[in-house]
């Protein structure tokens, strides 16, 4: 499902990543550790082809980054879902229009969306919180907004960035539980984070970044 084949990119400022070689395979829950700086957010980016590899390559879905074009994008990432440690909702629109983004950037019919955005924020327990602003909501409670409009368009693969790196211990145990849920569900996830003590002992496979360098 995801192949990184040699894979490197660094910044003219230092960080990225060198000579990575990685797979996950389809339904997998991979941890990624590693401390703050170490490559964790570039290798997201990679996979979401948010950037090119500098050298190597990578297959996600199908689709390569060698030769890939922008115009190929859109359909790529209409099958992976992203989750953010600082949210990014949209503080000038609801929770409902926050959810439906995603919905209405693909073109959905307005019917599909109120169907959608409904059974998500039952789904992820903000069903009495649909007309509140992000200011409004707990930390926790924007966390999960992010991860239902992650979720919304039903993708094959949810990437995380530090999604707990705001929350306090409990809410962060809840939001594993909810990443574990939807993985049971066969959506493949890999998340990255800098707390080994949240992640260990979950049975899930946990890869280590140090300096750019990924170990499994």
Do not use: W
């Not at 797979?23 to 950037?51: A, C, Q, V, W």
């Not at 500098?54 to 879902?81: A, E, H, Y």
């Not at 049971?184 to 946990?206: D, E, F, P, V």
Request: hydrophobic letters at 40%.
């Amino acid at each position: 499902m995801i192949h990184l084949d040699n894979v490197s990119y660094t910044f003219k400022k230092g960080g990225g990543v060198t000579n990575v070689n990685l797979d996950i395979n389809e339904s997998e829950f991979i941890f990624m550790i590693g401390p703050t700086g170490s490559g964790k957010t570039t290798l997201l980016r990679l996979i979401y082809m948010d950037l090119l590899p500098q050298v190597g390559n990578i297959v996600v879905n199908k689709f390569t980054s060698s030769g890939m074009k922008s115009k190929k994008l859109p359909k790529l990432r209409q099958k992976i879902g992203m989750v953010f440690q600082n949210y990014l909702l949209m503080n000038d629109r609801d929770l409902f229009e926050n959810i439906a983004l995603p919905l209405h950037v693909l073109g959905s019919p307005k019917r599909q969306i109120m169907e959608l955005v409904e059974k998500s924020l039952d789904k992820f327990g903000l069903s009495n919180k649909v007309n509140h602003y992000p200011h409004e909501l707990s930390g926790g409670e924007q966390q999960r907004a992010c991860v239902a409009r992650a979720m919304i368009k039903e993708p094959d693969i949810l990437l995380a960035d530090e999604p707990t790196g705001n929350l306090d211990p409990v809410t962060s145990f809840e939001l594993i539980k909810i990443f574990e849920n939807i993985n049971k569900a066969g959506t493949t996830i890999l998340m990255a984070s800098h707390n080994y003590n949240l992640i260990k002992g979950r049975g899930h496979r946990i890869i280590e970044i140090q300096n750019g360098s990924v170990r499994s």
